[in-house]
């Protein structure tokens, strides 16, 4: 028994180190949200940890009571409890840092789309205001949707690249409201900043669409999950 508590304790240790470290790079990467993915920190590494320490203990004739071994591995769970939420919030400056350099770069490269954007593209005014997007294009047809019945945000791209538009901006809103906006769009750098501030914006994804030349639909915001299913 004394030599499986000490392979047991060998290698709870050896796990315990490895996911902190795992749960400290995560807690700096914003594309990670923080430690969200590494709660297995606190809950299964103690498991050995609390074994190999209670069957050593065991070996020894040295159990202080019953259920010792509960008790150890609930301290255990707490302390990397703790330690797992100490690293989050020592993290969050760095994940807000790079959330900052996300949004200047897409901030960039919108304002160098609208300035460098053909006569086509910008030709489609977007105008902002109390709450309406509305999208109106060369030949006069209107689209809008209301910020508070919009439902998400998607980015769609394609491979026409350079010589055509290759980026859409589509927001659907509730019933047939909505809008496909092409980037390059004259009031599209104001159409960012507003759609950045939504709750759970995807800046992640969103650099990951600045970057495809493929047709792909890339989800960037949405309020309800039900509206996942329309980017298939």
């Known amino acids: 028994m004394m030599t499986l508590g000490m392979i047991l304790l060998a290698f709870g240790v050896l796990w315990a180190v490895f996911k902190g470290y795992v749960v400290w790079d995560i807690a700096h990467d914003v594309y990670n949200g923080g430690g969200a993915p590494t709660l297995d920190f606190p809950v299964f590494c103690p498991i050995p940890l609390a074994l190999g320490g209670s069957m050593v203990l065991s070996a020894q004739d040295k159990h202080p009571f019953p259920g ?31 959330l900052r350099q996300i949004q200047e770069h897409g901030k960039k490269r919108t304002s160098a789309g609208e300035s460098k954007a053909p006569l086509a593209e910008r030709a489609h005014v977007v105008t902002l205001s109390d709450g309406l997007i509305t999208h109106q294009s060369p030949d006069g047809i209107l689209e809008s949707v209301r910020l508070d019945e919009l439902r998400a945000v998607m980015v ?57 030349t493929s047709c792909q639909k890339f989800l960037v915001w949405q309020r309800d999950a039900d509206v996942a299913s329309q980017t298939s």
Do not use: K
Request: proline share 5%; glycine share 12%; aromatic share 14%.
């Open 68 to 98: 010792f071994g509960l008790v150890l591995y609930l301290c255990l769970a707490l302390f990397l409890g703790f330690l797992h939420w100490w690293f989050d919030r020592l993290g969050e400056p760095e994940r807000e840092r790079q």
């Open 156 to 212: 769609e791209t394609n491979d026409d690249g350079p010589f055509a538009t290759d980026v859409f901006w589509i927001l659907v809103g509730e019933g047939t409201s909505g809008c496909v906006i092409p980037q390059g769009a004259t009031g599209d750098a104001q159409l960012l900043e507003l759609l950045q501030t939504l709750p759970g914006f995807d800046h992640a994804q969103f650099i990951d669409a600045m970057g495809s």
